[in-house]
Nanobody, 129 residues
Framework: EVQLQASGGGMVQPGGSLTLSCAVS????????IGWFRQAPGKERDGVSC????????YYGNAVKGRSTISRDDYKNTVTLQMSNLEPEDTAVYYC??????????????????????WGKGTLVTVSS
């Protein structure tokens, strides 16, 4: 069974930083692309970042480009998303998702989430003073 567990959410002041982690189990981790998506109240889910199965390619949504860094640790089966200079508009539930990067589409549809087959429960990020 594929499981993704997102963690690291919380409340942070504007201008602050946060690191989200996604722990993945039940798959051959280094064959899977991992993406981060977010959904704010009343809005559609949109893409934050995605990293290919090899780690050689990374993608960022326009709203977070230049403020975020995604990385993966294939020994720990985790993907980390570092976010800085956070804004109230970054307030959302953040989800990590996975797709087979070897036999599937991986990050190819990012920032759309249509390629991602496996999803974890989200973690809430609130940016507020």
């Amino acid at each position: 069974e594929v499981q993704l567990q997102a963690s690291g959410g919380g409340m942070v002041q504007p201008g602050g930083s946060l690191t989200l982690s996604c722990a993945v189990s039940g798959v051959t981790f280094d064959e899977y692309a991992i993406g981060w998506f977010r959904q704010a109240p009343g809005k559609e889910r949109d893409g934050v970042s995605c990293i290919s199965h090899s780690g050689m390619s990374t993608y960022y949504g326009n709203a977070v480009k230049g403020r975020s860094t995604i990385s993966r640790d294939d020994y720990k089966n985790t993907v980390t998303l570092q976010m800085s200079n956070l804004e109230p508009e970054d307030t959302a539930v953040y989800y990590c998702a996975a797709d087979d990067g070897v036999l599937g589409r991986g990050c190819s549809t990012f920032p759309r989430d249509s390629a991602m087959k496996h999803w974890g429960k989200g973690t809430l990020v609130t940016v507020s003073s």
